[in-house]
């Protein structure tokens, strides 16, 4: 996949865990388990945002492109 | 659902009535003499083999009636977009294919030995066969891509 997810990067500088970001999302620790490994197919802009509001940081810094080799 | 609930219990009320037709049909048919049987038979292309070419085709259609009943089970099991009842719809959808494709054949074989207007009631029926099979082989393509449709949609986050 080209793009990466680093939310457990963002979630350990924030000493924050899962739980406790789904709680406050408002979404399951499954959803949240999909994001974190990569198996989510589409990420809406509402729960980036949110994200982004709850761990104060850029959409930048949860996700990163590299290129398939 | 309600609707799917009662067609699947046509089926299976329907299916059960194609089974319970050919012992009928077969016992029925021992009880003729062998002179009755030669004679009933004896303007049908497959002679005196033609009962059982029509055993053949009934079975075909039992089979594709129960994978559609099945197909329709999976809708109430699983929800309307799943694989398995898209692959039994793709199944019976083939299967009534053959059967109207054959069936046609068959008609226009015996064309001379049979009045027009049966012909042409036979050709009418096995074309709306055929419809209703590629029907079921567009609708199976509809389940499956509204299966990776719900599928992409479940792991949008």
């Given at each position: 996949m080209s793009i990466i997810i680093n939310l457990d990067i963002m979630l350990a500088k924030r000493k924050m865990r899962s739980n406790e970001l789904a709680e406050r999302m408002g979404i399951t620790t499954a959803n949240l388990s999909i994001l974190k490994t990569g198996k989510a197919k589409a990420i809406r802009f509402s729960t980036l945002e949110l994200i982004c509001e709850i761990l104060e940081c850029q959409p930048g810094d949860i996700m990163e492109f590299t290129k398939d080799k | 659902m309600k609707k799917i609930i009662i067609l699947n219990w046509v089926l299976k009320i329907f299916i059960a009535l194609l089974i319970l037709a050919v012992p009928i049909n077969e016992v029925l048919r021992y009880n003729l003499s062998n002179e009755a049987i030669t004679l009933m038979y004896?303007?049908?292309?497959?002679?005196?083999?033609s009962p059982y070419v029509m055993f053949l085709r009934i079975a075909i259609l039992i089979f594709a009636l129960f994978n559609i009943q099945k197909g329709l089970q999976g809708f109430i099991k699983?929800?309307?977009?799943?694989f398995k009842s898209s692959e039994r719809f793709n199944r019976s959808g083939y299967l009534l294919l053959f059967l109207s494709v054959s069936g046609i054949i068959i008609t226009l074989l015996g064309m001379n030995q049979s009045q027009e207007v049966e012909t042409l009631s036979n050709i009418i029926i096995d074309l709306l066969l055929l419809a209703i099979g590629i029907g079921l082989l567009a609708f199976s393509d509809v389940i499956k891509k509204g299966n990776s449709i719900e599928t992409e949609n479940n792991l949008t986050i």
């Open positions: - | 004896k303007d049908s292309i497959f002679g005196n083999f699983e929800g309307f977009f799943n």
